[in-house]
């Protein structure tokens, strides 16, 4: 049953990815617009147990649509796991008078949010913000494409290095159990060979390429591993072309934390701030506790539960087109 809503609270949550600011300033603007008050939680679920809010308003928004991080700061945080930390977090909400939440952070945040709703009758809306697009029932997560851009516009640049100086880079980007990054990255930057954690490329296929590599007399390339590889991390592998393969002189490069930060690109603006005012609208029309994301360029809500527990899979035709391309 729908409630009147008047006062909404949002939070982000788990790791800071470009674009949670455009979806604040989006919630925040249109909460503004519908006549409602919004208040900010400081350090994700942290700052909801301990009734860390603050009330935002269409100014303090100003300016932070080009700013990657979080405003509202985000934390991992234990006690949110506990019935009692959820408790002391709901006893929080009812004493600012909070009528609904919007979560935006990744598949943790979502279950944090599965939790509460089952205990509590606030409701909440999830957001899809996290750079590893692993979430089901969105096709694209905030912060995604500005970490595949950070990472091609770096390998970019390594490419000149390996390229004078005839070496073999081997690349590490963020995705500890999913590939999208680096699938997208490998494309992109035009890579030798890419290493997902979905797939079970091995050091074998990787000779097998080097060597017909060498006969090109080409000794120089990009290979790009995801984190999560499980064949072996970038340096592993590197090190086992080292052994075997001497005439490469292979390096590593890892380009880490500088995927999650940096000014959002066109495209994340645009997304985070398509849904944040998809989730003030939505919670104005009864639309509770679902996970709110965009299939086919449309609104698409999925229950807590099925974000959380199915898999969003690769696309297999974009495995097979990044080995043709490759060769
Ligand atoms: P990212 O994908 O960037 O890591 P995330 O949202 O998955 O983002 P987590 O650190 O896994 O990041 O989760 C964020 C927060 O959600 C946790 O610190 C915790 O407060 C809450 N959370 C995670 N799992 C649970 C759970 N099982 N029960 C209750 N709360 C949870």
């Not at 516009?153 to 490419?159: L, P, V």
């Not at 790009?224 to 590197?238: C, F, I, R």
């Amino acid at each position: 049953m729908s409630k009147e809503i008047k006062r909404i609270a949002i939070l982000t949550s788990g790791g800071d990815a470009p674009g949670m600011n455009a979806a604040i300033r989006a919630v925040v603007r249109t909460a503004t617009h519908e006549d409602l008050h919004t208040y900010g939680i400081e350090s994700g679920y942290k700052g909801m147990i301990e009734g860390n809010l603050t009330r935002l308003e269409s100014k303090d928004v100003a300016n932070t649509i080009l700013r990657g991080g979080t405003i509202l700061k985000t934390a991992r945080c234990e006690e949110f796991k506990t019935p009692e930390g959820r408790q002391k977090a709901y006893e929080s909400l009812l004493a600012f008078d909070i009528d609904a939440v919007i979560a935006i952070g990744g598949n943790g945040t979502y279950t944090g949010a599965y939790y509460f709703t089952r205990e509590y009758d606030i409701p909440f809306i999830g957001l899809p913000g996290t750079i590893d697009n692993d979430i089901y029932g969105t096709d694209f997560t905030i912060g995604y494409d500005t970490a595949i851009n950070t990472a091609v516009e770096a390998i970019d640049k390594i490419r000149d290095t390996a390229s004078s100086h005839n070496r073999l880079f081997f690349v590490e980007v963020m995705g500890r159990s999913s590939g999208f990054i680096a699938l997208e990255t490998g494309i992109a930057s035009g890579a030798a060979a890419t290493f997902l954690p979905e797939t079970n490329w091995g050091v074998d296929e990787l000779m097998v390429l080097l060597k017909k590599a060498a006969i090109r007399k080409k000794l120089f390339n990009i290979v790009v591993v995801a984190e999560g590889n499980k064949s072996g991390t970038a340096t592993e592998l590197a090190k086992h072309v080292k052994d075997n393969f001497p005439e490469f002189d292979s390096r590593v490069a890892t380009i880490g934390h500088l995927q999650r930060g940096g000014s959002p690109s066109a495209y994340d603006r645009v997304l985070a701030s398509r849904l944040g005012y998809e989730a003030v609208i939505a919670l104005q029309n009864g639309i509770y506790n679902k996970a709110l994301g965009l299939v086919s360029g449309k609104v698409h809500f999925v229950d807590f539960l099925d974000a959380i527990n199915k898999k969003k899979e690769l696309d297999t035709e974009k495995i097979k087109m990044l080995d043709v391309l490759a060769m």
